[in-house]
């Protein structure tokens, strides 16, 4: 299946320069194409791996293509007494660049060629309308990272409404310059795959439809060594915000000595968001802040130890803080996570007056130190989550939910 057809030899003053088609059924990638650039009557000298018989000049710059290692070829024809019909001896060089620049090495041959071939990327425009082009350098293949609304191998085809390519439940309809998408509110972008107010577009999401015990993600062994300082971070977004008891996002459980109530706990609507710390029945800390609307917003709660002293941060920016808040003490490692509940056992002891709903949430992440509010920042505006002191993560509740939609971007 491999020559597939040579096309005309274009001669331009003694540089000869043909292209190669090559269909290689691997995986995905399909068909590619190389080009070579061709000297008559030269020869690179010192450089040769491999020499054989060839039928002609295509069947050698093939063979050139098929291994890696090979960077250059030698053509000569046999002699013409012998009815040749273009056959001749193919040789397969091995160098680096410098080896055909300072061009010592290549020597005047009469009826020898000498050709290089130009691989995937560095073919001019090997993508289209502004794709970008990824070399394979294993398989010596190219792709290419189509810009919407192409799409093809080489992003020379547009994408119809056919394949989809609308987000979020929103109208597509077809034009003259490719799809055009209608977006649902509180949606945008081309593909309507952007969310108003939420930097974390690309992770999934988790829709409660109402208040209720039921509805939930949950996590165990979430905590692996004692806190002395942690912060947790979410995106939330309420639907009712008429709903009057607690909507507890956040709540953290360990069995030592927690009959009622929760190791850590982030609670919206107290009327204010309210945290704790080792909450053993306590009410807990009124941060002053409120979501009254039914946009997302990103909240973090940070707390250390020493001067039991915590902040809060809403849409990236520190909204209040305080000192006191469990002084000296350890949140003890092991105990499970729950969102959209409070925990009043641990894993369970769920109240509906507690149960967050209806609404979503997000990117649920603790670090066990506290961030700085830089961090902080940037994970509101570019949902750059750092990796540094993570603890628990939201890939991790995508096997722990219960009772939820969750929306896959
Ligand atoms: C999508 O739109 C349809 C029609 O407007 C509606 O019935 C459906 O509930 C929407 N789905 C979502 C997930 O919003
Ligand atoms: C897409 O549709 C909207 C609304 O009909 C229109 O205003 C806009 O110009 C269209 N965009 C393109 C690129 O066709
Ligand atoms: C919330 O209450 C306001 C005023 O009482 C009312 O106008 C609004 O429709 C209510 N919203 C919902 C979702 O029930
Ligand atoms: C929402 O709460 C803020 C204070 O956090 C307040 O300034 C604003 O007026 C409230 N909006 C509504 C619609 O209640
Ligand atoms: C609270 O914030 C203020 C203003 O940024 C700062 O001066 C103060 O040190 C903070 N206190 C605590 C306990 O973080
Ligand atoms: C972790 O905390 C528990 C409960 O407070 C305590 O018993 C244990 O000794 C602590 N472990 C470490 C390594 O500090
Ligand atoms: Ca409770």
Redesign the pocket.
Same mark, same amino acid.
């Given at each position: 299946m491999e020559p597939v057809n040579a096309p005309p030899f274009v001669l331009f003053r003694g540089l000869l320069l043909y292209a190669i088609f090559i269909t290689a059924l691997e995986s995905s990638t399909v068909s590619r194409s190389a080009y070579f650039t061709t000297l008559t009557n030269k020869q690179l000298k010192g450089f040769v791996v491999k020499r054989f018989e060839s039928l002609g000049q295509i069947w050698c710059s093939q063979s050139c293509l098929k291994n890696a290692w090979c960077t250059s070829t030698n053509f000569k024809l046999a002699p013409k007494i012998a009815k040749s019909d273009g056959k001749g001896t193919c040789e397969l060089n091995k160098h680096d660049g410098s080896a055909v620049k300072e061009n010592m090495f290549l020597q005047f041959e009469e009826g020898a060629s000498f050709s290089v071939p130009l691989k995937g990327c560095q073919i001019t425009d090997s993508c289209k309308n502004g794709g970008a082009c990824l070399y394979d350098e294993k398989k010596q293949t190219y792709s290419c990272k189509c810009k919407p609304p192409w799409t093809g191998e080489t992003c020379a085809e547009l994408v119809t409404c056919d394949s989809h390519p609308c987000k979020n439940n929103a109208t597509c309809t077809d034009g003259v310059d490719g799809y055009n998408c209608s977006c649902a509110p509180g949606f945008y972008g081309t593909q309507c795959e952007k969310i108003e107010g939420l930097s974390c577009s690309s992770a999934y999401r988790i829709i409660f439809k109402q208040s209720t015990t039921e509805s939930y993600a949950i996590k165990a062994n979430a905590i692996s #060594?004692?806190l002395t300082e942690f912060t947790v971070c979410l995106f939330v977004k309420r639907k009712d915000i008429n709903s009057s008891h607690y909507q507890c996002v956040y709540s953290y459980a360990?069995a #030592?000595g927690y009959d009622i109530g929760n190791a850590i706990y982030v609670c919206l609507n107290t009327p204010n968001i309210e945290i704790n710390v080792d909450n053993r029945g306590y009410s807990g800390t009124n941060t002053g802040v409120k979501i009254n609307d039914t946009m997302w917003h990103h909240i973090c709660v940070t707390w250390r130890s020493t001067n039991g002293a915590w902040q809060f941060y809403l849409d990236g920016q520190l909204q209040s803080n305080g000192t006191g808040l469990k002084e000296n003490h350890?949140?003890?490692?092991g105990g499970t996570v729950v969102i959209g509940q409070d925990q009043d056992t641990v894993g369970g002891g769920f109240q509906t007056a507690d149960s967050f709903g209806p609404g979503e949430v997000t990117e649920v992440n603790l670090w066990s130190r506290v961030l700085s509010a830089s961090d902080i920042a940037a994970q509101y505006a570019n949902c750059h989550i750092t990796k540094v002191g993570l603890m628990h993560w939201w890939e991790q509740f995508k096997d722990g939910v219960s009772g939820v939609t969750v929306v896959k971007p």
């Open positions: #060594s004692n360990e #030592s350890q949140i003890p490692a």
